[in-house]
T-cell receptor, first 111, second 114 residues
Framework: KAGVTQTPRYLIKTRGQQVTLSCSPI?????VSWYQQTPGQGLQFLFE???????NKGNFPGRFSGRQFSNSRSEMNVSTLELGDSALYLC??????????FGSGTRLTVV | DAKTTQPTSMDCAEGRAANLPCNHS???????VYWYRQIHSQGPQYIIH???NNETNEMASLIITEDRKSSTLILPHATLRDTAVYYC???????????????FGQGTILTVHP
C-alpha cells in the first residue's frame, strides 16, 4: 500500500512569508503527527490530529498551525517565517496498532 | 515519557551482529520501548517495539531486561545499508500527552564498515 506522502519535497521561502505543507497519510490511518527536525534541536513534535481534531500539541509558537480534513489528509502552516524555521518537516501517520509511519519530509529553507 | 540514554556512536563490521543498548531506568509499567532509525535525510523508519517480552521481526530483535530498565536492539547481520541514526523511545500507547508524540533523543549513530 502507498506510504505517507508529503508535498512539496523542497521549498524556499523569504522571511515574513507564510508556507503550507501537505501530508497524505496511509489509507485508513486517522492520526497524523507533525515534526520539525533541525541540526541543533533534533526531531521535535509539533502537533497531532485525529478525526479533524487536534489532540496534542508541542511547544511551538502560534505561528505554527495545522488542520486535518475529513479524508485524514493534513496540512501545516507556518506564518511570518523566520530564518530559524528552516528545517526538515516530517509527518507521520498511525493506525490502530500505534506504529508510526513517516513520510520523506519537506525541506524548507527560509532566506 | 521516560528519558532514554544511548551511546552517541557505534561501529560494526558488515555481516556481524550490531547490538545497540538503551537505558530507560525511569520507565513506567504502561510504557513501551520503541526503536526507529533514520537514514540520512529520510523520515524515521519503525523497526520494532515491545513491552516486557523479547520481540523479533524480519528486521531486528529487541531484548528487554527483566526489570525493564534497559534494552538492546540487535541487527543480526548488519549491512552497509544499516548505517543510520538509531533512536530508542519510551512511550505509553494511550491517552493525553502521548497522542501522536514520539520523544526523540539524540540517538546512536551506527556506522557499518565493509
Amino acid at each position: 500500500k502507498a506510504g505517507v506522502t508529503q508535498t512539496p519535497r523542497y521549498l524556499i521561502k523569504t522571511r515574513g512569508q507564510q508556507v503550507t505543507l501537505s501530508c497524505s497519510p496511509i489509507s485508513g490511518h486517522r492520526s497524523v503527527s507533525w515534526y520539525q527536525q533541525t541540526p541543533g534541536q533534533g526531531l521535535q513534535f509539533l502537533f497531532e490530529y485525529f478525526s479533524e481534531t487536534q489532540r496534542n500539541k508541542g511547544n511551538f509558537p502560534g505561528r505554527f498551525s495545522g488542520r486535518q480534513f475529513s479524508n485524514s489528509r493534513s496540512e501545516m502552516n507556518v506564518s511570518t517565517l523566520e530564518l530559524g524555521d528552516s528545517a526538515l518537516y516530517l509527518c507521520a501517520s498511525s493506525g490502530a496498532n500505534y506504529g508510526y509511519t513517516f513520510g520523506s519530509g519537506t525541506r524548507l529553507t527560509v532566506v | 515519557d521516560a528519558k532514554t540514554t544511548q551511546p552517541t556512536s557505534m561501529d560494526c563490521a558488515e555481516g556481524r551482529a550490531a547490538n545497540l543498548p538503551c537505558n530507560h531506568s525511569t520507565i513506567s509499567g504502561n510504557e513501551y520501548v520503541y526503536w526507529y532509525r533514520q537514514i540520512h535525510s529520510q523520515g524515521p523508519q519503525y523497526i520494532i517495539h515491545g513491552l516486557k517480552n523479547n520481540e523479533t521481526n524480519e528486521m531486528a530483535s529487541l531484548i528487554i531486561t527483566e526489570d525493564r530498565k534497559s534494552s538492546t536492539l540487535i541487527l543480526p547481520h548488519a549491512t552497509l545499508r544499516d548505517t543510520a541514526v538509531y533512536y530508542c523511545i519510551v512511550r505509553a500507547n494511550a491517552g493525553g500527552t502521548s497522542y501522536g508524540k514520539l520523544t526523540f533523543g539524540q540517538g546512536t549513530i551506527l556506522t557499518v564498515h565493509p
